[in-house]
């Protein structure tokens, strides 16, 4: 139900992208020398934007699992 079933784009969209790969990104993005990056003195912004998304993701693998299981 998860990869392959009626729920996969809910996991490899929600969880997989927004909550785990985006952040991660967004993480790394922010470890760059000031020099790398567009905007100076914002080191908060993408850190912010990776929590939220992180919660996101975890709210959608939440609501997956029990909606899975229920349909099964």
């Known amino acids: 139900m ?13 969880v997989v992208l927004i909550g785990l790969l985006i952040p991660f990104l967004l993480e790394l993005y922010s470890f760059l020398p000031a020099y790398y990056r567009k905007v100076k003195n914002h080191k908060a912004i993408p850190s912010v934007i990776a929590v939220i998304g992180v919660l996101i993701g975890g709210f959608i693998l939440r609501y997956v699992i029990i909606f899975a299981g229920q349909s099964v």
Not at 2 to 14: A, D, E, K
């Open 2 to 14: 998860f990869f392959t079933g009626g729920y996969y784009l809910w996991v490899w969209i929600g």
